[in-house]
T-cell receptor, first 116, second 115 residues
Framework: AQSVAQPEDQVNVAEGNPLTVKCTYS??????LFWYVQYPNRGLQFLLK??????LVKGSYGFEAEFNKSQTSFHLKKPSALVSDSALYFC??????????????FGTGTRLTIIP | DAGITQSPRHKVTETGTPVTLRCHQT?????MYWYRQDPGHGLRLIHY???????DKGEVSDGYSVSRSKTEDFLLTLESATSSQTSVYFC??????????????FGPGTRLTVL
């Protein structure tokens, strides 16, 4: 079975400081990893994904994530936080099911608050 | 929200009544999904469809059924709503794995309250 852990329910960062939102995963096989962001009363928006290749993935709004196979982690990062980055962030992992269909397993989410 | 609409956006209903939520896409993606979002649980897959009339269960399918009679519409039905089904429901779409758009894109959500 596949699973995702986001160990921090809440992360507070001062505006202008670097931010990290942590994610670890457990899968059998090669993982496909995703980050999504959810603003209040909105659906999830795709930020970035790792499939293969370079371990550092760049995505929308200046975010990036680093895939670390030995630590089974996929932490989300940004060099300088903005107040507008305040939102709920979800990490997700995908493994092909028996029928070749896509199933995503989500973490429980991390609420990021950027303090002015 | 990537050409996905959900209706209704908000609904309040009573225990024991049937409820149907609709997801409509204009992207012609083959795969469609229904999730529920609850505090402390993230998003959990209820059912998904990998083609017209082809559906399968997710991890929290009890008490829910789905139907997909055409590519653009995916319906989620609660046959007899219970208070434990109070949640925010999201629809998502994607191409098959390896396709042009194999990332899942989400609709705006439906907030359902069962009294």
């Amino acid at each position: 079975a596949q699973s995702v852990a986001q160990p921090e329910d809440q992360v507070n960062v001062a505006e202008g400081n670097p931010l990290t939102v942590k994610c670890t995963y457990s899968v059998s096989g090669n993982p496909y990893l995703f980050w999504y962001v959810q603003y209040p009363n909105r659906g999830l928006q795709f930020l970035l994904k790792y499939i293969t290749g370079d371990n550092l993935v760049k995505g929308s709004y200046g975010f990036e994530a680093e895939f670390n196979k030995s630590q089974t982690s996929f932490h989300l990062k940004k060099p300088s936080a903005l107040v507008s980055d305040s939102a709920l962030y979800f990490c997700a992992v995908r493994v092909l099911s028996n029928f070749g269909n896509e199933k995503l397993t989500f973490g429980t989410g991390t609420r990021l608050t950027i303090i002015p | 929200d990537a050409g996905i609409t959900q209706s209704p956006r908000h609904k309040v209903t009573e225990t024991g009544t049937p409820v149907t939520l609709r997801c409509h896409q204009t992207e012609n993606h083959r795969y469609m999904y229904w999730y529920r979002q609850d505090p402390g649980h993230g998003l959990r897959l209820i059912h998904y469809s990998y083609g017209v009339k082809d559906t399968d269960k997710g991890e929290v399918s009890d008490g829910y059924s789905v139907s997909r009679s055409k590519t653009e519409d995916f319906l989620l039905t609660l046959e007899s709503a219970t208070s434990s089904q109070t949640s925010v429901y999201f629809c998502a779409i994607s191409d098959p794995p390896g396709g042009i758009t194999d990332t899942q894109y989400f609709g705006p959500g439906t907030r359902l309250t069962v009294l």
